[in-house]
């Protein structure tokens, strides 16, 4: 699965992915939360956590950025991951809602190369009115 960061895309490395209701003892773990999970399942743990997987359900369902938000402002520092079926036009708001990188599937790769991920290139959305509007 390509990962896509700021910087464009990048290839994972394997994870030993555990499950958030019965974490081992230990640091530098990953888990994945379903996008509508309850934040307080991880919060006593967040220090342990070097990598959390947000798995969004829908292109239309924007749980998972709420609980990227969530899991920021309760301190989570680690790596903060959504994967699932979002669009680069989903990814300046999933890198506002904290994440710093989204996994998408070969497929979407191919629909939507690196080129339409790479975060510097885009004006903000009042920027591109205001310039419709100069002149």
Same mark, same amino acid.
């Given at each position: 699965?390509?990962?896509?960061?700021?910087?464009?895309?990048?290839?994972?490395?394997?994870?030993?992915?555990?499950?958030?209701?019965?974490?081992?003892?230990?640091? #530098?773990?990953?888990?994945?939360?379903?996008?509508?999970?309850?934040?307080?399942?991880?919060?006593?743990? $967040?220090?342990? $956590?070097?990598?959390?997987?947000?798995?969004?359900?829908? *292109? #239309?369902?924007?749980?998972?950025?709420?609980?990227?938000?969530?899991?920021?402002?309760?301190?989570?520092? &680690?790596?903060?991951?959504?994967? &699932?079926? $979002?669009?680069?036009?989903? *990814?300046?708001?999933?890198?506002?809602?904290?994440?710093?990188?989204?996994?998408?599937?070969?497929?979407q790769a191919a629909?939507?190369?690196?080129?339409?991920?790479?975060?510097?290139?885009?004006?903000?959305?009042?920027?591109? $009115? #205001?310039?419709? *509007?100069a002149g």
């Amino acid at each position: 699965m390509p990962i896509v960061t700021p910087r464009g895309f990048c290839k994972d490395e394997p994870h030993d992915w555990q499950d958030p209701a019965s974490l081992p003892a230990g640091t #530098g773990l990953a888990v994945e939360l379903p996008g509508d999970a309850d934040p307080a399942l991880v919060a006593g743990r $967040l220090g342990d $956590l070097a990598l959390i997987r947000i798995r969004f359900a829908a *292109f #239309g369902d924007g749980r998972g950025f709420g609980l990227g938000r969530a899991l920021r402002e309760q301190g989570y520092q &680690g790596r903060l991951r959504a994967a &699932g079926p $979002l669009i680069s036009d989903q *990814f300046r708001h999933a890198l506002q809602s904290g994440f710093d990188e989204v996994e998408i599937d070969q497929a979407q790769a191919a629909r939507q190369p690196e080129a339409d991920w790479v975060a510097g290139q885009w004006p903000s959305y009042r920027r591109k $009115l #205001g310039l419709a *509007f100069a002149g």
